[in-house]
């Protein structure tokens, strides 16, 4: 029940006063205090939970942690296939040196370090490639976690908005509970004992519905008809009559 509503029916009038009031008539209106009050306790305490907990910035949290650690396993596979790289340059530059440098004059000694540096370089060319891709993955982790970050900015800016809404609704539900409870107080003082002790026991025992409204003589809730007698003695209320169907306290 949203708080204005809420309000609205804790500061409705319930008829007569008090005093003029009929058995029934107050226990009728004591059960629809009580829904009152029980809608704004349960929408209450749905508040109470939003507040503590922010699931659009507990998931944009996770999501950066996330991005942060496959950034950082990119970061380090780049440095890997770059640091092999640089040493596979390295040695290709000191084998060519040897090739091109005259030291080796035995043909058979040339052509196998020929055949070395060629198999290096072909290597050098498979790790060059690893290197592009590494950089090419490391660049998708980086905007990856751009994209995290600036969700969880939206998220917190959203959920500052959503948050101060809660915080208001929670004020104006606070107000009904206790503008119910100050009726409530009111109400009893006028009913006896043993009516409110029936009416606490039904409403335990029917999800909180211990009093239903005649249409008729059928019991507004169940629908089973009651004798004239009976549906003339509920709307009388002066004593209490109960639904044959559902066991409810009946108001004619």
């Known amino acids: 029940m949203p708080a204005e509503m809420?309000?609205?029916?804790?500061?409705r009038p319930t008829g007569p006063?008090?005093?003029?009031?009929?058995?029934?008539?107050?226990?009728?209106?004591?059960?629809?205090l009580d829904l009152t009050r029980d809608a704004a306790l349960a929408r209450l305490s749905r508040v109470a939970a939003a507040l503590a907990a922010s699931?659009?910035?507990a998931e944009a949290e996770a999501a950066i942690r996330s991005a942060e650690a496959a950034l950082a396993e990119a970061d380090r596979i780049l440095r890997a296939r770059t640091a092999e790289r640089e040493d596979l340059q390295a040695h290709v530059h000191a084998e060519e040196q040897k090739l091109y440098g005259g030291a080796f004059k035995n043909p058979r000694e040339?052509?196998?370090?020929?055949?070395?540096?060629?198999?290096?370089?072909?290597?050098?060319?498979?790790?060059?490639?690893?290197?592009?891709?590494?950089?090419?993955?490391?660049?998708?982790a980086d905007a990856v976690l751009t994209q995290a970050r600036q969700t969880l900015a939206d998220a917190a800016r959203d959920g500052a908005a959503r948050h101060a809404e809660l915080v208001d609704e929670r004020g104006k539900l606070s107000?009904?509970?206790r503008k119910v409870d100050a009726r409530r107080a009111v109400l009893l003082g006028a009913i006896q004992p043993s009516d409110h002790a029936v009416y606490e026991r039904l409403r335990r025992a029917k999800a909180g519905r211990a009093v239903a409204e005649?249409?008729?003589?059928?019991?507004?809730?169940?629908?089973?008809?009651?004798?004239?007698?009976?549906?003339?003695?509920a709307a009388e209320g002066t004593a209490l009559v109960y639904c044959s169907g559902c066991g409810r306290v009946l108001h004619g």
């Open 6 to 11: 809420a309000a609205h029916a804790a500061e």
């Open 17 to 32: 006063r008090e005093g003029n009031m009929s058995r029934t008539r107050l226990l009728l209106d004591l059960q629809k």
């Open 55 to 57: 699931p659009a910035i």
């Open 110 to 140: 040339v052509q196998n370090l020929q055949r070395e540096t060629d198999s290096l370089k072909r290597r050098l060319a498979t790790v060059e490639d690893a290197v592009l891709e590494a950089m090419l993955a490391r660049d998708e």
């Open 175 to 177: 107000a009904v509970v």
């Open 214 to 233: 005649l249409d008729g003589r059928a019991c507004g809730t169940c629908g089973m008809e009651i004798p004239v007698e009976e549906a003339h003695r």
